[in-house]
């Protein structure tokens, strides 16, 4: 089906999807689980097809990568929605405003969610957000990312299989498909992606006044104090730094250590790249550069950075190009003496590219941080427990993870989110099942109405007793 004719669509299924959610009315906790356990099997039935489709829309990509960050973290979180479903559900009494009366808040479906899901994991950002709004007692419309075509059209056969149309759908299609996906009239909107799409989204949103979750990006710190442990740190850095090739949102960016551990940095680096990575090129274990447009823009970052003076360190194995554009696979490689003026320090870098800038005080490090725009994460590395509390009062990240890199993404009782460029509002676990439910407050007035009565005429008397209660 051509882009139009899905879009001419759109406005049609999501409005039979709103009728059927108040047709049907609350969604109870019976058929909450119901359908986490159907999303569960959708994606453990279908793990090797999955597997295969992500894999070929790479070009390469590590099954074992897709395995346990997309189909074992999604089941993850469907699982945990699925064991606290009850007790998220439950209202939350609050204490009374007066005697006789009852307070609470009411957690209630908003209707219809929107996720606009990304290529570099296609599966799991599509499906973690989506555990959240099954438990809340939505229904749901998927927009995965052009860029991983068969993994799309995958989950939209799979899906198809596992839910009626009415409560769960996946929407195809390329860039304007997803423009016009933004626009519609959702109760919610979900976004993982680009700062920079991220702004063309909300714009789309506030035509229809559609509150938004936005997980976006940026440029992720690593701080090395100078009393860390260098090696584990540079192996906990280089772990996520070549899971799924930095195409992380989360990912280390840059990384900020003492002038005197440059040369001892680069010597780890290079040990323990080539202990994990003997070979990358024809390794199954090392995945390729999403397209060929993305590869290009990620050898320019390094010849831009290279023609600014900066010195590149590639950590490929040895007798091993460090780039090859048939297979799209980029070996790690270091930037040393980055700044501010190359382009690799001014846009998210999304790819096996680590700059390394040093700092000679621990201060100047925490105000180069503080002089960006706040990051999706930020990571320290360091056993002191004030130094710890230091950075963690003095720099703000939509997480903080101590002596290692990305933990908490897959911790579910934690928030997962942005703050300022790096998005809004948070999800995960108890967190994500808030966000796509409306808390509604319920007030029980008492029998005889008595809180009331102090709105009523005449006021005089009522006017006495309010002056004396401030003058008391």
Request: proline share 6%; net charge negative; hydrophobic share 45%.
């Given at each position: ?128 957000p989506l555990s959240g709004v099954l438990a809340a ?82 440029k992720s710190p690593v701080m090395i104090d100078t ?246």
């Amino acid at each position: 089906m051509n882009s139009n004719a899905v879009i001419a669509r759109l406005g049609k299924t999501l409005s039979a999807m709103k009728r059927a959610h108040l047709a049907d009315g609350p969604a109870n906790a019976a058929l909450r689980r119901n359908r986490l356990e159907r999303a569960i099997r959708l994606l453990s039935e279908n793990r090797a097809a999955l597997i295969e489709a992500v894999s070929e829309d790479f070009g390469h990509r590590s099954g074992y990568q897709t395995l346990l960050a997309d189909v074992m973290s999604s089941i993850a979180a469907l699982h945990n929605a699925h064991k606290h479903l009850e007790q998220w559900m439950q209202p939350e009494e609050q204490e009374a405003p007066g005697e006789g009366m009852q307070a609470r808040v009411q957690y209630q479906a908003l209707g219809v969610v929107g996720i606009i899901s990304p290529w570099n994991f296609p599966i799991n950002l599509a499906f973690s957000p989506l555990s959240g709004v099954l438990a809340a007692g939505n229904r749901a419309l998927i927009k995965p990312s052009e860029l991983t075509p068969r993994t799309a059209a995958l989950l939209a056969e799979l899906v198809k299989r596992y839910f009626d149309p009415l409560e769960l759908s996946v929407v195809q299609g390329d860039a304007t498909v997803g423009a016009a996906f933004s626009a519609q009239p959702f109760d919610h909107l979900v976004f993982t992606g680009s700062t920079a799409v991220g702004r063309q989204v909300m714009r789309a949103a506030a035509e229809n006044l559609v509150p938004l979750t936005l997980e976006l990006g940026g440029k992720s710190p690593v701080m090395i104090d100078t009393d860390a442990d260098l090696s584990a740190a540079v192996e906990r850095t280089l772990s996520v730094k070549t899971f799924n090739v930095g195409q992380i949102c989360l990912s280390p960016d840059y990384v900020l250590l003492p002038e005197s551990a440059r040369e001892a940095f680069v010597d780890n680096a290079q040990r323990f790249v080539r202990e994990i990575f003997p070979s990358m090129q024809a390794n199954p274990d090392y995945t390729s550069i999403i397209n060929e447009r993305h590869f290009l823009r990620l050898q320019g970052l390094l010849e831009d950075a290279q023609a600014k003076g900066a010195t590149l360190v590639s950590l490929a194995p040895e007798g091993e190009p460090n780039a090859s554009i048939e297979s799209r696979k980029m070996a790690p490689v270091l930037v040393l003496g980055a700044r501010d003026d190359m382009k690799v320090m001014q846009e998210e870098i999304f790819g096996p590219i680590l700059p390394i800038l040093t700092y000679q005080d621990r201060n100047q490090a925490l105000d180069y941080i503080n002089a960006h725009p706040r990051p999706l994460a930020a990571y320290y590395f360091g056993p002191d427990p004030e130094r710890q509390q230091h950075f963690a009062t003095q720099t703000t990240s939509g997480a903080l993870v101590i002596n290692d890199i990305m933990t908490h993404a897959s911790v579910e009782s934690l928030p997962f989110g942005g703050v300022g460029p790096a998005g809004m509002g948070a999800y995960h676990g108890v967190y994500g099942f808030r966000r796509f439910s409306h808390a509604k407050a319920v007030v029980v007035q008492s029998a005889g109405g008595e809180y009331n009565l102090r709105l009523r005429a005449p006021y005089a008397e009522k006017l006495a007793h309010i002056e004396a209660m401030l003058s008391a």
